[in-house]
């Protein structure tokens, strides 16, 4: 990448699109959002689903410390959005989205 802000970007992609053991080298990185899959569509399951991907951020040290909100919208009876806003090291803040199907 190019910029600080362009490689948080990627690292933060990286993190939400790959679940742990994807990477042989690196097993511990990515969020495993399909514990969520059999779940209700609730506040509790947005709550935990946000807990994952703060872990997920957070596990290697690379976001640790920094500003960190997530939100989670239901967005039909067996779908949740979760949008990810990180404060980058340039002070430009950052807004990705992931979907996560719940099979409810």
């Given at each position: ?16 699109m790959t679940e ?5 080298t690196?097993?511990n ?16 399951t ?30 039909s009876?067996d ?13 430009q ?12």
């Amino acid at each position: 990448t190019t910029s600080a802000l362009q490689s948080d970007v990627q690292q933060i992609y990286i993190r939400l699109m790959t679940e742990p053991g994807d990477f042989i080298t690196y097993p511990n990185l990515g969020v495993d959002l399909s514990l969520l899959y059999g779940m209700p569509q609730t506040v509790q399951t947005g709550e935990f689903g946000k807990k994952l991907i703060r872990t997920a951020l957070q596990r290697e040290g690379l976001f640790k410390g920094r500003n960190i909100k997530i939100d989670a919208i239901p967005t039909s009876h067996d779908t949740i959005r979760f949008d990810i806003h990180v404060l980058s090291d340039v002070d430009q803040p950052i807004t990705l989205s992931v979907d996560q199907g719940l099979g409810a």
